[in-house]
């Protein structure tokens, strides 16, 4: 059964400050059930909307995680290539691999039955770029996975989002550490759609990250990517 949130209640699950939230309902950004003088919203429409919606910040508000957002561009869900990516080779539709994970006392091999390939110059480094979605067959969760690997090494790994309509992977400006809720994004993500984690995915509880996501089209393969090149940049203490 859907569950209806006040807006106090929609501002607090997706961390926000309630007035940014209440101005975007007011400019129509989100949809609304009213009744009467009442506005409900729906977690599934914020699980869709939330990320793309232009909720724009209250500079008296305190700090919250939001998505930032550049006002000649504007939000189209997309990131922005980092300015030292170059293609050589755009994707194309590739053949199916597999990958092997570690895994306690041992390793397992992920099947990759859908995949595309092509060839990038990151500064002065030409690395061969792979994107592989698997079925989640060989995963406890049964989970699909999107994986991006620069020269077979796995850069970004993508899970589905809530609704099933795209993916979402963990921002680490640094390679390894997340953005927290409230902490600046990155530029190449300032058209792009964030939300925490948790909220992304649905997967929540003990042991889940609470940090910001990227969240992507299912099939914005570019956008993948260059969420790996800012993650291959940021493991090498490079400005993207």
Do not use: C
């Not at 949130?5 to 129509?28: C, F, M, N, Y």
């Amino acid at each position: 059964m859907e569950e209806w949130l006040t807006e106090q209640e929609a501002a607090e699950w997706i961390k926000v400050p309630v007035e940014d939230l209440h101005q975007a309902v007011s400019r129509g950004d989100l949809p609304v059930l009213k009744i009467g003088m009442q506005v409900r919203l729906s977690r599934t429409s914020l699980i869709t909307h939330a990320g793309a919606a232009a909720i724009a910040p209250n500079p008296s508000a305190g700090t919250a995680a939001r998505r930032t957002v550049d006002s000649d561009e504007g939000v189209d869900g997309r990131v922005v290539a980092p300015a030292s990516l170059t293609w050589l080779d755009a994707l194309t539709v590739g053949e199916p691999f597999e990958h092997h994970w570690p895994a306690k006392g041992g390793s397992y091999a992920e099947q990759y039955p859908h995949s595309w390939a092509g060839r990038v110059r990151v500064e002065s480094t030409e690395m061969i770029v792979k994107i592989g979605r698997s079925t989640g067959a060989e995963r406890n969760d049964g989970k699909a996975r999107l994986t991006v690997l620069f020269d077979n090494y796995p850069m970004a790994e993508f899970m589905p989002t809530a609704d099933g309509s795209g993916w979402a992977s963990l921002i680490k400006p640094d390679g390894r550490h997340t953005v927290a809720p409230g902490d600046p994004i990155p530029g190449v993500y300032r058209r792009a759609s964030t939300l925490p984690y948790q909220i992304a995915t649905g997967m929540k509880g003990p042991g889940r990250p609470t940090g910001v996501a990227l969240v992507i089209a299912e099939d914005d393969r570019d956008s993948a990517v260059y969420h790996a090149a800012a993650r291959w940049l940021g493991k090498r203490g490079k400005a993207f």
